[in-house]
């Protein structure tokens, strides 16, 4: 009997959050629209390639082995020649000015220090203004320059001692890239920019569910009533709990079908993952709302959380390239184990007896927050 | 225009923001946690990709090759397997990142025919940590070949020149290639559109929502007077907050800084007053603080996050994103403030991006006043 009164109050309460929250077309909109829009731009925009790197070339040598080393650069995929300039002042303004990357400037006597066996060396300019553009130009520079030589050493073999060419020693490598053949970023992004939206949405719209009805002074009303106060908690919860579920499945589709993201694992342990994960932000974003005292208070707390929760969740940078302390502390971030599942579950295809410990600590620290959260209500009322 | 009312209108203001010392705290405090992130944990570098090796040859020139791997602090070696399955467990379980396979009998077929091949597995479902360690291993194995051809060329008689053709590079503006350097003018960036746009966003759906908006307009204060003096005071925690980062940045990190202090503030000053507007604009549009809310992370925080060109490059980006980043204002203030601090660029090479800025700034401007009537439904 008390259990069927209290379901019938946490229906009503139900009813009540979810006629506030679909009143307004404004806030309907921004239950769904938003979440898709980032999805779609930033599944494009996040891409750590580095793919033409611009190039202005300066050629005082002008031989055929100056050209053959300029037509490795304009052969290559990672470099796009945007200027042959004469003046040694056009390279260094243009660099300036930002106009290209990479200055490459060729001295005279390049050939003739070649066919001495002396080694020839070629002046770079790198704007590294960012570093890591500047990092990976500088790896795509020594692949085309290790290639030259080869082929020049190849070539000079052939002419002293043709017969011996085929049996010069070679290694190569052979590398697979599994699970993401083509070495895509958008299947590395999208999954990652799906754990992030989704944390947003919930811990801003939970950080404003208590403090609201506080603000406005509409709490003390609902405290009147027989409810009580782990139906109300339920009951402010379980609306963004089915709005965070409705957009999961939205930007899943926007991944697999617009970005064409395989989803190579089960379907069912990537809802259980999703779910657990919703859990812990609505415990941390009702946490934070049990303890502000006005909307704006709750909003800029989660959103102290919400940055370095980010940073770290190795969503853009690798977590393995964290200092010790740092990686440690990312366990105990929920956002940190929910891009790892997504990633494991549309990428790798790997189920529960891989990925159970990140559940668990998921499932751990929902409840914890929930939890407290529901004890501090209770004080916070007194 | 009256500055009396605008002083009382920004005294209000300052004493509503004062009542509530937690979150100005953590508004001056946000800039600083970025920092420390950014400058102490966050690394965009791969470096020590975790490496399993599985050398089924066993000889001395397998060896000798995957000493190359252990010698470099690219590659980390976790594991040594010695069966397939378990190299297939470690990169399914997420042990390592990058497997190197030695095959059988790489010792004879270099001998007998000089070619051999090694297989590098890459868990690709992290691409670009698979495609950089990528780079590594095919550098790795590149220098090893040419090594071992050198000698042999030796051997045969053949003179064998030195490396022959080497790059000698300078990096320009950011010379130890510190990403820190590269971090903060974003961060700056970052906090700077959260603070301005977050913040005020929520100023007139607050009025709305707790109805203090009618007694508002009872006054006699004009809705120009209510703009100016509800925005003043977030100007001032805002420029304080760039101070703060800016200082931080030199004096505790040590990034560098080549050009004008002027400068700085004076287009930080213009880039505040673009996201202050943008907050203000939210706010009177959207009437209600959850709404106000959602709408200023919308365009405040991932786009300075992602497409102001602060950690993904904009000229890597499709086309139709770059068309999107060019009306977002951040990025236009990264690439200033990249060029203030590393560049220590002068004024003409700034204009475009300036000029960009200031049109941004008018714009957002009139949009805000226009918005915003007094009067009430």
Known sequence: MRIRESIERIRQMLKKEFIQTLRDPHTRWFLFGPALIQMVVFGYAATMEIKHVSLAVLDQDNTQESRELISRFSASPY?????????RDDLREGIDRGDFLLAVEIDSGFAQRLRNDQGASVQVIVDSSNSNTALVALGYLNQVGA???HAYQID???RIA?????FAPQVDLEARPWFNEGLRSEWYFVPGVLGNLMLILIMNLTAFAVVREREIGTLEQVMVTPIRRWEFILGKTIPFFLIGSFDAVLLALVGTLWFGVPLRGHIAVLAIGVM???????????????????QQQSMITAFFFTMPMTSLSGFGTPISSMPLFFQKLSYFNPLRHVVLILRSIFLKGVGLDVLWPNMLVMAAFALLTLSVSILRFRKSLE | MSW?????????????IGRDPRSLLIILVIPLVQLFIFGYAVNLDVKHVPLCIYDRDGTQTSQDLLKHFQATDYFDVVRVSDNYPDVVRNIDHGVCSVAVVVPPQLAE?????????????????????????????????????????????QKQGLAAGAPIVTFQPRTWFNEDLESMANFVPGVVAMVMAVVGAFLTSLTIAREWERGTMEQLISTPVGKLEIQIGKLLPYFVIGITDTAICAGAAVWWFGVPFRGSWMVLFACSMLFLIVVLSL???????????????QMALLVTFLPTFLLSGFIFPIDQMPVVVQWITAVLPARYYVSILRNVFLKGAAVRLLVGDISALAASAVVLVLLATRSFQKRLG
């Not at chain 2, 009396?4 to 509503?16: D, G, P």
């Open chain 1, 79 to 87: 470099f796009r020649i945007e200027k042959y300039v004469t003046e």
């Open chain 1, 147 to 149: 290639s030259f030589a």
């Open chain 1, 156 to 158: 000079r073999m052939r």
């Open chain 1, 162 to 166: 043709p017969q011996l060419v085929s």
């Open chain 1, 276 to 294: 657990v994960f919703q859990l812990a932000a609505l415990g941390l974003g009702l946490l934070l709302s049990t303890m502000a005292k006005t």
């Open chain 2, 4 to 16: 009396t009312r605008i002083a009382a209108m920004t005294r209000k203001e300052v004493l509503q």
């Open chain 2, 109 to 153: 077929s270099l001998h007998s025919s000089g070619q051999a091949s090694v297989q590098a597995i890459l868990d690709a479902s992290d691409s670009n940590t698979a495609s950089i360690g990528m780079g590594y291993a095919q550098a790795i194995v590149q220098s090893y070949s040419a090594e071992i051809q050198i000698s042999w060329q």
């Open chain 2, 279 to 293: 907050g203000y604009f939210i706010s009177v549009t959207a009437k209600s603080q959850l709404g106000a809310c």
